[in-house]
């Protein structure tokens, strides 16, 4: 069940090379070294940590709702926890000897891309913290990692965006300044809210500042119960409901209170939280084959989960469930959203929207995944209502309020007559030449495998099929493609 995100097609592993998988460790280092997977489980101490990953695009939906940012509409449920087993990535470096002027580790995937194989840099004296844990992690709880998630290795990074632990891992690299590589400059990164996606294509000036680069994640909340859509009869009810949800915090710091409304912020209740990762820290045991060592690490690598039992009656007596959490740091999850180009560390107060009909209460989610229609939000912007008037869109006294109209983009070419049958279209299905179907006209997607903001493979993906409902979902109302 853990999220999956990679920016295009899984490299094939045989399991019979899996022992000598080489990577090296390179740059300034005074002995530059090339080592086997079978040496890394062999020659150093194996470790075993609870940690969670948080993709950076975690609730981009809601982003994407307010104006379509360069990403795909996660929900709430960019976020997993595995126990990976590994090795310390500072004492693998040790071996190759770091020289003084040495800054940075950039690390390199296997997964070849557009713009070349995957990479991105932390700063060496983070790796060489023990407190952080960051590690060469090769067991995802307690089995060989999965193709999915780096098989046979890769860096696991705790406390920052998943897009910093690299996968099926390749070279670690010691430089005097973060990477080069194209996606650390051109992803992962939360440029000023008044950038827009125009003038960022205009200048390479904003991706370069590394001031904008995003490492540790931000405090940040979700409810899970109630559910979307869900429903409560107020006949069959007991006087108590039990709100839940997660929250996490960023770079090590432990989520210290979590607070609800239900009067959008005036007044605030302390929710309850529980942290699993803290059993872990009452044992010092082996695990999955490394040893299991958190009862002197300060510093949290896992989310919590929160609940509040509240009395019906003052749920029913309300417009919304509002939930915000703040960590060790006193960084505060903010009431509103901040949009970016990238749609990147979503985190304003998350909010369920309450309403009654007949004797039942109805709960909605702000989005629902991916392509899933249906959230409040949705309907906010049909009716018009502006999303960041800082009232959720809900009409505000003396506000005018016009509902948009649509527009459709003309995507055919006059003239182009072609038929193309299914047959001829499902031949091609494949990386060199991906044909797709929308609304019953056929595109050649190839021009624009490189450079595409969702990645190849969100072209590649649809490639030989209909991708109608994908496309017209996620309102890419664009011209770019040429028609076959």
Known sequence: MFYVRNHGAVPHVRDEDIPNWEFTIEGLV???????????????????????????GNRRKEQNQVRKSRGFSWGPAGVSTALFTGVVMSEVLKRAKPLKRAKYVCMEGADKLPNGFYGTSLKLNWVNDPNKGIMLAHKMNGEMLRPDHGKPLRAVVP??????????????????????NWYHIYDNRVLPTM??????????????????????????SAVAY?????????????????????????GGRRVTRVEISLDKGRTWSLANIEYPEDRYREVQNS????????????????????????????????KDIVVRAMDEGMSLQPKDMYWSVLGMMNNPW????????????????????????????????????????GHWGERVEGEEVSVPEL?????TKDGVVTKINIDELRSHDKPDSPWFVVNGEVYNGTAF??????????????????????????RKFVNVCTQS
């Open 30 to 56: 005074e002995n530059p070294i090339t080592l086997t997977l079978k040496e890394l489980i062999t020659d150093f101490e194996q470790i075993t940590l609870p940690i969670t990953l948080v993709c950076a």
């Open 159 to 180: 406390g920052q965006i998943g897009g910093r632990s690299v996968k099926w891992l390749k070279r670690l690299i010691l430089t005097d300044a973060p990477s080069i």
């Open 195 to 220: 950038i827009t996606p125009e003038m960022s294509d205009k200048s390479d000036t904003w991706w370069k500042d590394d001031r904008y680069a995003i490492y540790d994640l931000n405090v940040n």
């Open 226 to 250: 109630p559910a979307h859509n869900e429903r409560l009869k107020l006949n069959t009810a007991g006087p108590m409901y039990k709100v839940r949800g997660y929250a996490y915090g960023g």
């Open 287 to 318: 695990l999955y084959g490394g040893e299991l060592d958190m009862s002197w690490r300060e510093t949290c690598f896992c989310w919590c989960f929160w609940s509040l039992d509240m009395p019906i009656e003052d749920i029913k007596n309300s």
């Open 350 to 389: 998350f909010r369920i929207v309450i309403s009654m009909e007949g004797d039942e209460i109805l709960f909605e989610h702000p989005t629902q995944p991916a392509l899933m229609p249906g959230g409040w939000m949705e309907k906010v912007k049909k009716e018009g209502g502006n999303l960041l008037n």
């Open 407 to 411: 527009t459709e983009v003309k995507m």
């Open 449 to 474: 495998l490189e450079g595409h903001p969702g990645g190849a493979q969100s072209i590649v993906s649809a490639a030989g099929a209909d991708a109608s409902e994908e496309f017209l979902a996620i």
